[in-house]
């Protein structure tokens, strides 16, 4: 099994600011995935974020709106940056060992 | 690319009742399936997995689905339910040519409530 941790689990934030998730796992992995939970959906994958490369994005997602970074094996960072409204979501940090993908807690977002 | 269909957005059943959840995927070749489970308030647990050989798989908490390849489906079933499984089920693939990059691609989920 894997556990994650995420950081923060909910934050309110104003219209045109940034919030950094902090995503970490209890031990060393290859890949870590972004996803979001948009209300009333289901999940959709952001990037794919490997250590020591550059995170590679889904189609209709950038790094410009969604920078990541993946300084080692067991953390990551999730931007998400100019918040609109329509970024409210659930953010989540997934990892992938022993043939299975395991989630973090995910981060709830409201933008105002 | 592939794609993940659940029919039935929300279900609702009284307890002892048999379940079963539909799940269509669409892709042309081998896949890996998984059912994920989220508990109200608590984040996504994994209920069970198909890689290859019998397709009956079991899972926990009393789940099993079945893969049937000429339908691309992996139905979840629970011949009883209980209350405490109340909660959002998610349908996932994996292809697996896709090995190296085992990102999912979910269902839309299908929400279950149990009436005690």
């Known amino acids: 099994s894997a556990v994650i941790s995420q950081k923060p689990s909910r934050d309110i934030c104003q219209r045109g600011t940034s919030l950094t998730i902090q995503c970490q796992v209890d031990?060393?992995?290859?890949?870590m995935f972004w996803y979001r939970q948009q209300p009333g959906q289901s999940l959709t994958l952001i990037a794919t974020?490997?250590?020591?490369?550059?995170?590679?994005?889904e189609s209709g997602f950038v790094i410009d709106k969604f920078p990541i970074s993946r300084p080692n094996l067991t953390f990551s960072t999730l931007t998400v940056s100019n918040l609109s409204p329509e970024d409210s979501s659930i953010y989540l940090c997934s990892v992938y060992r022993g043939n299975t993908q395991y989630f973090g807690p995910g981060t709830r977002l409201t933008v105002l | 690319a592939q794609s993940v269909s659940q029919h039935n957005h929300h279900v609702i059943l009284s307890e002892a009742a048999s379940l079963e959840l539909g799940c269509n995927y669409s892709y042309g070749g081998t896949v890996n399936l998984f059912w994920y489970v989220q508990y109200p308030g608590q984040h996504l647990q994994l209920l069970l997995k198909y890689f290859s050989g019998d397709p009956l798989v079991k899972g926990i908490k009393g789940f099993e689905a079945e893969f049937i390849k000429s339908k691309f489906s992996f139905n979840l079933r629970k011949p009883s339910v209980q209350w405490s499984d109340t909660a959002e089920y998610f349908c996932a693939v994996n292809p697996r040519a896709n090995f190296g990059n085992e990102k999912l691609t979910f269902g839309t989920g299908t929400r279950l409530t149990i009436i005690p």
């Open positions: 031990s060393q992995v290859t890949m």
């Open positions: 974020a490997n250590q020591g490369s550059e995170a590679t994005y």
